[in-house]
């Protein structure tokens, strides 16, 4: 069993990193959408902020100066400036549990968004900006899967990010599509929510150009294949916790693979047709819920421990 505090950095990098490109992603959709000045930009940036928590009312003012907030303030705590501060702070504490490729990607997005030009390019080029830095965070994954020994380490790694995709994922959804949320027809705001959950052309290639909410909380809900689904996440967080408690002598299932295992048998049982006769506020929040169980699980267990639990008798 490896040490709490290389477990606790490992788990809090995949989280943040994949924060940072969240973040990113809505961002760049938000940006884009305000072009048109239409009021499928408005529902854009509404769904976005409410998303993130943000007080949707900033959407009646400057978008621009919200989402150059979003991606380079140092006073918000989710903005991807300080996801990335944090990423790389925990990367330093377990530098070598990591890869040189892991730590320098690290190191050049942490630098790109942190140096003093880093506002100039934005205001000058802010697609190409966040694009370049949604790239390095796929480099970054890509480097930590093909040089990071498969193991224990990375199994925290990538509880980090599936557990923070699952949550990101599910405020998305319910933004757009939950109970207080307005929902939307507008083809192009429904192909915007799509563009923020990474989802358009998967989607596409499933339902060809009928996009309609109901498909969109199918495929982002319950397709299996999608590595952007919620299904998909808590299959990834049940194997992860399930290959984590078999390094880990406990008697019986211990509770934080349980809770994975119940949340990941919802979604594989739960179909459109439950959804919409029950509304999709409900299941959404529950994944919301049950992430942060989880989260609170995995930290009494192999994080905050009490020191004779792993004690010999």
Request: with cysteine.
């Amino acid at each position: 069993m490896m040490l709490a505090r290389v477990a606790d950095s490992l788990y809090w990098m995949g989280r943040y990193v994949e924060r940072a490109e969240h973040v990113c992603r809505l961002a760049d959709v938000t940006l884009n959408a305000t072009l048109d000045r239409s009021m499928a930009a408005n529902e854009t940036a509404r769904i976005a902020l409410s998303a993130l928590g943000d007080d949707v009312t900033a959407a009646d003012s400057n978008l621009f100066e919200t989402a150059k907030d979003l991606t380079l303030g140092s006073d918000d705590a989710n903005s991807v400036r300080r996801s990335l501060a944090r990423a790389r702070e925990n990367a330093r504490q377990v530098r070598d549990q990591i890869t040189t490729e892991m730590w320098e990607r690290l190191n050049l997005l942490y630098l790109r968004v942190t140096e003093g030009g880093a506002e100039r390019t934005f205001d000058r080029q802010h697609s190409a900006f966040l694009h370049e830095v949604i790239a390095d965070l796929h480099l970054f994954k890509g480097a930590a899967d093909a040089t990071m020994s498969h193991g224990e380490g990375w199994r925290f790694l990538m509880l980090g990010v599936y557990i923070e995709r699952a949550q990101l994922i599910a405020r998305l959804l319910r933004a757009a599509f939950g109970d207080g949320a307005t929902p939307t027809g507008d083809h192009v705001t429904l192909m915007n929510v799509l563009r923020m959950g990474c989802a358009l052309e998967p989607y596409l290639r499933t339902y060809t150009a009928e996009i309609e909410p109901k498909h969109i909380l199918d495929f982002l809900l319950f397709d299996e294949d999608f590595p952007r689904s919620i299904r998909f996440a808590t299959a990834r967080i049940e194997e992860s916790m399930a290959d984590i408690a078999s390094h880990v002598a406990f008697g019986g299932r211990g509770r934080p693979e349980r809770l994975a295992g119940r949340l990941s048998s919802r979604l594989e049982f739960t179909d459109l047709e439950e959804l919409e006769a029950n509304g999709a506020a409900a299941l959404l929040a529950s994944v919301v819920a049950d992430c942060g169980r989880i989260h609170e699980a995995l930290y009494q267990t192999f994080v905050a421990y009490p020191l004779e639990m792993r004690l010999p008798a």
